[in-house]
């Protein structure tokens, strides 16, 4: 067995490179009897080619597609067939399409797919995370600047109550001092119960209330679950 013109003297487990370009096979017919024919058979390739009736053959095969063969020599004598000799080998495939080759380009296929979705993750989080601090800051900004406001507009309504029943007074007096209670105590929170903000909403619109009288209705609901 030649490859290139390299010879192969081990016959078992051959392993040829994809790249060769001529592979050649030399064997000896011998026989006393004309009428003894001989044949080969590149398997899976080929049906029985007749060699020639001399006492030395070769066949030589090119550009052979990756995979298994096997080449069996054999004879005919009288419709009879007899195998003297069999030679199985193999045409490696390139690299890049070998199964670990694809299973490395799979591995790092995965692996830069879940940087990627990691960064992209990331650059999420911290977007959502900024988007929160903002809308923090500005609620926060626009609680600094309503205080002073509702305050002072707050002492007006109540001064402008002074002579009216007293129970009236208590009450917006009391409305007043649990939503300043509830300000000065949540100022720093981000999040704080749904109930404690109704009630601090509640007692907000008691006191505009008492400012607005008939030109602010006020209609509450909230689900007891």
Avoid: C
């Avoid at 609680?143 to 002072?152: E, W």
């Avoid at 707050?154 to 917006?172: F, S």
């Amino acid at each position: 067995v030649d490859v290139d013109g390299q010879t192969i003297e081990n016959l078992k487990n051959i392993k040829i490179p994809h790249r060769f370009k001529t592979l050649t096979f030399n064997w000896t017919n011998v026989s006393f009897d004309s009428s003894v024919e001989f044949f080969y058979q590149l398997a899976p390739i080929q049906e029985d080619v007749k060699a020639y009736n001399s006492e030395f053959s070769s066949v030589s095969f090119f550009a052979l597609q990756p995979g298994h063969y096997t080449l069996t020599l054999f004879s005919m004598v009288r419709g009879e067939k007899r195998i003297f000799q069999e030679i199985s080998f193999e045409i490696l495939k390139p690299w890049y399409l070998t199964l670990s080759f694809w299973s490395l380009l799979a591995i790092l296929l995965a692996i830069v797919i879940t940087i990627i979705v990691k960064i992209f993750n990331r650059r999420i989080r911290r977007k959502q995370l900024y988007e929160e601090k903002l809308i923090i800051s500005q609620l926060r900004a626009i609680r600094s600047q309503m205080n002073p406001h509702f305050l002072y507009n707050a002492l007006n309504t109540i001064t402008a109550e002074v002579g009216k029943p007293e129970q009236h007074l208590k009450g917006l007096v009391r409305a007043l001092a649990e939503y300043l209670r509830y300000s000065l105590e949540t100022r720093n929170e981000d999040r704080v119960p749904l109930g404690s903000e109704f009630e601090a909403v509640t007692s907000y619109l008691a006191v505009e209330k008492a400012r607005f009288r008939e030109k602010l209705e006020i209609e509450a609901e909230i689900d007891p679950d």
